[in-house]
């Protein structure tokens, strides 16, 4: 079931993912027991399908703040990767996400263009 979860997120099939919910209820303890490369989320900020990952924020808001091997989270890729809207959805889903006394402050202006 991973690897048809992982394609799922590639492909930014919605539906897939709640299919794999019906069936496992615990599909989302299964992946945050996984190991960093695994982490799902950040597949999907990487790939860059906005809906997919709004979707998953939305079910488990913790995926957010997991940390890939070097030490990025879902919103760092999106930011880093030039993904506005998915860092943006991602603030408004859950605001306290950014640790903006660490962050550049440059990071905020950027996006109100």
Known sequence: MDERLKRAAEIGNIDAL???????????KHINKM??????LHVVVVIGNTNFAMEMMNLKPSFARKL????????????????????????SIDEN???KKNQPQVLFPFFLD
């Not at 709640?18 to 989302?28: E, G, L, P, R």
């Not at 091997?69 to 959805?89: N, R």
């Open 18 to 28: 709640y299919s794999f919910i019906h069936n496992d209820a615990n599909v989302f």
């Open 68 to 91: 890939n091997p070097d030490s990025f989270s879902p919103i760092h890729l999106a930011f880093i990767g030039g993904k506005p809207k998915m860092v943006i959805g991602f603030i």
């Open 97 to 99: 996400i950014v640790d």
């Open 35 to 40: 190991e960093f490369r695994d982490r799902k």
